[in-house]
C-alpha cells in the first residue's frame, strides 16, 4: 500500500537570529520518517517559514516538538515584524500530499492540538477544514488584534481556545493549528516604497477587495448592508488574500499574497492581475518570490502561459518550462531560484531515484561499457527511444517557430508536447529496467537455508523475472508511440529537418526491437506459460508495426531528399 503522506508548514515569529531557527529545526530533524524540505527565513517579517514532509504520526510528533522547543527560545513579548503574528509558533497547517483525505487530516490536526494543548501551556485555536467555529475558518479572524489583543481576548469566553488554557501565556502567546489545501505564499514586487499604493494594488486583486465608501473612495462614509456589515467591491481573484507592505531589507513594497486554491487563481493570474492594477497607478512589477515550496504542476502551467502569451511552442524540455516560469515572473530577482529547492517534487524525489539519468553522456557510456551486467540492452533500448522521438519533437519545435508558419504554431506545439511525453516516460524506464535487472540479483542472493527460504526465495525470483518482461515490453510500447510523432514530422514538419525525422524513426524501430530482445530472454526463466505465450505474442505484433512504421517513414523522407 501506497504511503499517507502529509505536509507541515508551521511559521515561527523568529526571522533573524539562525541559531534559535535551527534549534527548532533540529528537532524536526530528530524524528524519524520526516523530511525537512525548505527553511525560509524573512528579515523584515522577522519570521520563518519551514516545510517538512512525512507519513502522518511522525509529522505531527515533529510539529509538536518544534512548537514545544519555540515556546522555549522564542520571547513573543520582544517581538515586532512586518507579518501579522500572535504566537512564538503563529501557524501550523497540516496539508494532505498523497493517499490521505482532508478528514483523515484534520484528525490528526486535532490530534496535535489535544497534545500541545495539555502538555505547553499555549492557547491553541483550530483554523481552515478543522475549525470548530464557521468564522475560525478564516485565519485574519483568529489572528485579529495579533499577539498584543490577546490578554484582553482570552478574559471573553468567546474567545476560549479549541485546546490548551485560556490564560495569556506572554512569553509563547497562541497558535493556530489547521487542515488545509496546498497554499502558496507569494510576494510580487513594486518599484515603489509606498504601502499605500501596494495595498491598493492588493485590494484590487485579493478576493475581499475593498470596503465601498460615500462620495470619497478613501475618506467617505462606509457603506453598510442591512445587517450593518460593510459593503465590499470584491478584487479579480478569487481564493486569494492579499496585503501591501514595505520590506526594508529590499528597500521595496510588495503585495503579499496567499493563494488559497490553486485550482481556481493559478499563479500567474495573480501575477498578471498585479502587474494590470500596478500599470493603471503608473507602478512596475520588478519581480517576485515564493515563501517555501511550490508544487511542479503550478511551475509548468505558469511556463506554459507565458509561452503560449509568446505564441510559442510549450512541447518542450520540463526544465525549460520551468526557466520561462521564473524570468517571466521575476523570481530570481532578489535572489537565486533553485528549482531543486524550490519544487516540492523534486526535493522529494532525491538525485538517487534515478542514478543514470543524472549521468552525463560520457559517464552514461563509462558505466555501459564497464563490467558491471546494468544499464544493459533494456536500458539503451529505452535511451534510443528516447532519442528518437526527441529528434521529431526537435522538428515539431522548429516548425513551430518556422518564419512564415506562425498560422501554424500551435499545431506543432502540439505535437511537440505528445513528443515530450513519449521522451519522458522512455527516460524513467531507464533506470526501471536496470532495477528489474538487479532486483532479479537481489533475489537470486536471498538464503536458501530451509525450506521456507528456499520457497520465499523461489517465489522473488519468479515475481522479479515477470517485472523484468514487462518493462522492456513497455519500452516496446512506448518506443511504438513514438512513430505518430515521428511520422508526423517526417510529412508535415520543417522541410529542412526531413533526415531528423527519419534517423527518429531507425532509433524507434532499434528500441522495440532491443527490448523485445529483452522480453524474449528473460521468458525462459519465467513458469508462468500463459503470461509468456501473451507476452511474447504481443511482442511479435509490436516488432512488426515498428518494421511497417519505419519503412512508410524511410519512404517520405527519401521522397523528399531525392
Known sequence: MSKQLIECVPNFSEGRDLSIIKQITDEIESVEGVKLLDVDPGNATNRTVVTFVGEPEPVIEAAYLAMKKAAEVIDMSKHSGEHPRMGATDVC???????????????????????????????????????????????????????????????????KPDYGPSKFNARAGATAIGARGFLIAYNVNLNTTSVRRANSIA???????????????????????????????????KAVKGIGWYIEEYGVAQISMNLTDINVTPLHKAFEECCKSANKRGIRV???????????????????????????????????????????????ELGPFDPKKKIIEYQLEGADATPLLNMNLREFSNETASES?????????????????????????????????????????????????????????????????????????????????????????????????????????????????????????????????????????????????????????????????????EGKRLAAKADKLEKEVRKMVDAKIG
Open 93 to 159: 497547517p497540516l496539508i494532505p500530499i498523497a493517499n490521505i483525505t482532508m478528514d483523515e487530516v484534520v484528525k490528526y490536526a486535532h490530534k496535535l492540538g489535544e497534545r500541545a494543548g495539555q502538555d505547553l501551556g499555549i492557547p491553541f485555536y483550530m483554523y481552515e477544514s478543522a475549525a470548530t467555529r464557521p468564522e475560525w475558518k478564516n485565519l485574519a479572524t483568529i489572528r485579529s488584534g495579533e499577539y498584543e489583543a490577546l490578554p484582553e481576548k482570552l478574559t471573553d469566553p468567546e474567545w
Open 373 to 537: 551486467m546494468a544499464p544493459g540492452g533494456g536500458s539503451i533500448s529505452a535511451y534510443v527511444g528516447a532519442l528518437g522521438v526527441s529528434l521529431a519533437t526537435m522538428v515539431a519545435n522548429l516548425s513551430s517557430h518556422k518564419r512564415g508558419w506562425d498560422d501554424q504554431w500551435e499545431t506543432f506545439s502540439e505535437w511537440a508536447v505528445k513528443g515530450q511525453e513519449n521522451k519522458d516516460a522512455l527516460l524513467k524506464l531507464v533506470d526501471e529496467d536496470t532495477n528489474s535487472f538487479n532486483a532479479i540479483i537481489a533475489a537470486f542472493r536471498m538464503p536458501k537455508g530451509n525450506s521456507t527460504e528456499v520457497e520465499a526465495r523461489k517465489e522473488a525470483i519468479q515475481a522479479a523475472t515477470r517485472y523484468a518482461i514487462e518493462v522492456p515490453l513497455e519500452v516496446m510500447r512506448e518506443s511504438l508511440k513514438t512513430f505518430e510523432v515521428i511520422k508526423a514530422m517526417a510529412k508535415i514538419g520543417n522541410p529542412n529537418s526531413i533526415t531528423d525525422a527519419g534517423v527518429g524513426a531507425l532509433c524507434a524501430r532499434a528500441a522495440v526491437h532491443g527490448a523485445f530482445m529483452n522480453v524474449k530472454v528473460n521468458t525462459g526463466d519465467l513458469k508462468d506459460e500463459k503470461f509468456v505465450a501473451k507476452v511474447l505474442k
Open 203 to 237: 485590494f484590487d486583486v485579493r478576493e475581499q477587495g475593498r470596503v465601498k465608501r460615500k462620495g470619497n473612495p478613501i475618506t467617505g462614509a462606509i457603506m453598510k448592508d442591512k445587517h450593518g456589515n460593510a459593503k465590499r467591491k470584491p478584487g479579480t481573484c
Open 286 to 332: 520588478t519581480g517576485s518570490e515564493l515563501v517555501g515550496l511550490v508544487p511542479l504542476q503550478v511551475m509548468l502551467d505558469t511556463g506554459k502561459y507565458f509561452l503560449q502569451k509568446q505564441q510559442r511552442s510549450v512541447g518542450i524540455s520540463e526544465e525549460e518550462i520551468i526557466k520561462i516560469a521564473v524570468k517571466s515572473l521575476g523570481l530570481d
